[in-house]
């Protein structure tokens, strides 16, 4: 397969700095760098994970008139979107493009998920019993939600036969959040297996982010960016609670 290098995505569990690369790489002056651009993802995402029949060709065609346009108005194009996972391989079948895979600690992703739905967002696993301390703001938002929430459907649960299935009704909030999380990281690395490892380039978030951004840009190939605009940026705690709180 002939490979694009002027095509790449970014994936990872939620919480795991994939928006505040993102952010940085979309700064690069020859790279655009979307971040989270098609819902439809977190549908094909779910029914995929739970093994329903999906028009996946569709959906890719969807992404290629993004990559289309974005390579009119820079010599680089990227997405970020932690919903691609089951996806991989046929991104990777159409575009031969390059993937960054960020990971976090597992205890340091899930604290901060759920920091996060109970101070921001308020919608991690609605089912669960278990709400956690909503904030004024987590409450609102979860009210303001309400209905086919596709961010909480494009979560994995477990389906009838696995060994965690009977007993989900009663996990706690923080069950959840940790089978969320393993369940991610087996997609990854099944769909990974399908990608050439000189195609594929995993950032341990913890504790040398900074270092491996100024590689993995390199790699990529953008351009203007210098250490000390990546080292500000990354001090700026990009889409942390703080910085969303209201």
């Known amino acids: 397969m002939d490979t694009d290098n002027r095509v790449f995505f970014i994936v990872s569990a939620p919480r795991s700095a994939s928006t505040a690369v993102a952010t940085i790489f979309n700064e690069a002056e020859n790279c655009i760098c979307a971040i989270e651009p098609d819902r439809e993802s977190k549908i094909i995402s779910r029914d995929m994970m739970d093994g329903k029949q999906v028009n996946v060709a569709k959906w890719i065609r ?80 979860e009210r303001a939600n309400e209905g086919r929430d596709l961010s909480d459907y494009s979560r994995p649960r477990p389906r009838p036969g696995d060994p965690e299935y009977y007993g989900w009704p009663d996990y706690t909030l923080r069950a959840m959040t940790e089978y969320y999380y393993r369940r991610l990281t087996q997609i990854y690395h099944a769909a990974f297996m399908w990608v050439p490892e000189y195609m594929q380039y995993w950032v341990g978030v913890e504790p040398t982010l900074q270092l491996h951004v100024q590689t993995v840009r390199c790699w990529l190939g953008l351009k203007g960016l210098n250490c000390k605009q990546i080292e500000t940026m990354l001090s700026a705690r990009i889409n942390s609670v703080e910085s969303r709180r209201l």
């Not at 960020?102 to 089912?127: F, N, P, Q």
């Open 62 to 141: 969807s992404v290629r008139k993004r990559v289309k346009q974005g390579l009119k108005q820079a010599e680089v194009y990227g997405e970020k979107d932690v919903t691609y996972g089951p996806m991989i391989p046929w991104l990777y079948q159409e575009f031969g493009c390059r993937f960054v895979y960020l990971i976090r600690e597992r205890k340091a992703a899930v604290d901060s998920m759920i920091r996060w739905h109970e101070e921001i967002t308020g919608c991690l696993y609605r089912e669960c019993k278990d709400r956690g301390q909503l904030s004024e703001q987590a409450l609102a938002n």
